[in-house]
């Protein structure tokens, strides 16, 4: 542990979430917007499925921690809504299989604590031909198509509603821009910098919306150790100084 105390945001899921601090991901973006106002951090796991994710929840967010998440973001259903193989081998989790899972995690994490706030994000779309394109000798072959993913971003949409979580519609979102299937994808699965922009976009559109007390949004937080030093560059009037802990030009782009 490291003082002072700062609200804890957890990102809790599969690839999407471990690869988030790769490439421009949304993880190290949400990382960078809450320097000096929450600790951002992974628990992502590559090739996760749901029905893994609910055998370590007591190990990944125990319910006896000194210190429980302010936020935990939560995605799990890309691997779930591949095809079965006939082995019976692989992450296909069946969709009322998942939807359950997803419940049991929603369920444990809304007993952590009063304050502990949950967004769900639901399963973004694929490039199917691309996948098609980069099939790997090493893999049989894995079914995944848009229309899965689709099923299972909205079993999740729906869970969601009913249990009163914020939700981000993934599948939806991507698709917005037109240029979704070339512009948000290393691979045609996970997300590039530019697909990672949209994912920060609405995470921050639901922290800003959100009636939460206090507000998660990062400008509502405050920013440790903002206040006014002698140490400070001074200005150029000569006597006064500029105080940099609230600067955001760094940023490529001004985040609302
Ligand atoms: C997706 O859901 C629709 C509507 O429930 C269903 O008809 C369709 O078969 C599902 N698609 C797949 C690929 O499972
Ligand atoms: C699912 O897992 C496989 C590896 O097992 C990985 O290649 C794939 O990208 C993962 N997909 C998502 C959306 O998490």
Redesign the pocket.
Known sequence: MVGPKRPLFVLFGSSIVQLSFSNGGWGAILSDIYARKADVISRGYYGWNSRRAVQVLDQIFPKDAAIQPSLVIVYFGGNDSMGPHSSGLGPHVP?PEYIENMRKIAIHLKSLSDATRIIFLSCPPVNEAKLHENRSPYLSELVR?N??C??YSEACIELCKEMHIKVVDLWTAIQKRDDWLTACFTDGVHLSAEGSKIVVEEILKVLKEAEWEPSLHWKSIPTEFAEDSPCDLVASDGKTTLNPSEWTFHREIQWD
Do not use: K
Request: proline content about 0%; overall charge neutral; aromatic content about 0%.
């Open positions: 969709l198509t229309e899965l689709r099923n």
